[in-house]
């Protein structure tokens, strides 16, 4: 069946039921698109017969880093730095959880586009964060072409912080500037997402949603949509570690942008340079096959990106829609 939704995720377009037996999923691969079409995140087990032995070597490498008493059992675990981003590019257990293949060949299939992890972050304990959408961050023209999987690197109990989310909530409006009524390019913030708290509050109370724990076992994964709103729980007891990997996921042929600083309306995007993990190469701004620049931005044609002329980042991110 053609699919006349292609600029929608498959597992959240209107017709996924009907393209769904042409799609070849395994009963598990159902499962998890099922989950995600209807909660907003699916929970798995990490397919990687080395990972114990992965999850040792990144606490013994990125361990120092973070200046917490790990040998102390008493110790303060949350005092000090609490991630460290896109350690892939040191890491070669980082690297290749983010590229494992099983879950990239999933995410494609899932979403109907390639999928390309472009972020990881590593935490030592949970983040203590309200709740939000990572939409707010890194989003996609067209929308919802991200995710994150989340990867419990020990057993989580309720006392270290778990995950938190609320299922059902990746269907509820994408909060964004216009919808808040700020202007958010050329904002000067340092965090994205405090602007947009009291509106997912209020979208929480007026969808009467309740939020879910994640008490994860060591090698349980959870992949998240674009627009799930999740966060890490008050930890209780700050001794406990809580370690996990995340890594977040966008598609092939998309603009890859930071909607916090960007107001879609008036054509001004805050557009991201991403650079894929896999193969560590950028992936160009694409809109319908064509590379973002001035040709492609007044007429949007859908030349092919080698016709278009070549822009730098900067001149990319002055001309972006204008
Ligand atoms: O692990 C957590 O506490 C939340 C992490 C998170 O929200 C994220 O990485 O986007
Ligand atoms: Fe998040």
């Given amino acids: 069946m053609t699919n006349i939704f292609p600029g929608i995720p498959l597992i959240e377009s209107p017709i996924f039921e009907m393209l769904e037996p042409s799609l070849g999923l395994t009963v598990e691969e159902a499962r998890i698109a099922n989950?995600?079409?209807h909660k907003g995140f699916a929970v798995f087990d990490f397919p990687?017969?080395?990972?114990?032995?992965?999850?040792?070597?990144?606490?013994?490498n990125l361990g120092p880093r973070y200046g917490i008493d790990f040998a102390n059992p008493q110790s303060d675990k949350t005092i000090a730095e609490r991630r460290i981003q896109d350690a892939w590019k040191f890491d070669k257990d980082v690297k290749s959880i983010a590229t494992n293949q099983v879950v990239i060949d999933l995410l494609t299939k899932l979403y109907g586009r390639n999928a390309f992890p472009f972020q990881t972050l590593n935490f030592p304990v949970g983040t203590q964060q309200d709740a939000h959408?990572?939409?707010v961050h890194f989003s996609s023209l067209p929308e919802r072409f991200m995710c994150g999987v989340w990867l419990a690197m020990e057993d989580v109990s309720a006392d270290a912080g778990p995950l938190f989310y609320y299922p059902g909530s990746h269907t509820w409006p994408t909060v964004n500037n216009t919808m808040i009524g700020r202007r958010g390019f050329g904002s000067d913030l340092s965090s994205a997402?405090?602007?947009?708290?009291?509106?997912?509050?209020?979208?929480?109370?007026?969808?009467?949603?309740?939020?879910?724990?994640?008490?994860?076992r060591k090698g349980q994964a959870l992949i998240w949509c674009a627009n799930l709103l999740h966060g890490g729980?008050?930890?209780?007891?700050?001794r406990l570690t809580r370690w996990s990997q995340v890594t977040h996921y966008y598609f092939d042929d998309c603009i890859y942008y930071t909607p916090a600083?960007?107001?879609e309306a008036t054509g001004q995007l805050q557009l991201r340079s991403i650079?894929?993990?896999?193969?560590g190469v950028l992936r160009p701004n694409l809109y319908l096959g064509a590379e973002i620049g001035d040709a492609s931005i007044r007429n949007f044609s859908a030349a092919p990106a080698s016709s278009l002329p070549k822009l730098t980042l900067l001149q990319k991110m002055k001309s972006a829609f204008r």
Avoid: M
């Avoid at 990687?48 to 013994?60: G, N, S």
């Fill in 48 to 60: 990687d017969v080395d990972l114990d032995a992965r999850i040792e070597r990144i606490q013994h």
């Fill in 193 to 216: 997402q405090d602007p947009f708290a009291p509106a997912w509050r209020a979208l929480c109370d007026a969808y009467g949603a309740s939020s879910e724990v994640f008490l994860a």
């Fill in 133 to 135: 959408s990572d939409s």
């Fill in 35 to 37: 989950d995600l079409r």
């Fill in 261 to 263: 600083f960007s107001d």
């Fill in 275 to 279: 650079r894929a993990v896999n193969d």
């Fill in 233 to 238: 729980s008050h930890q209780n007891d700050p």
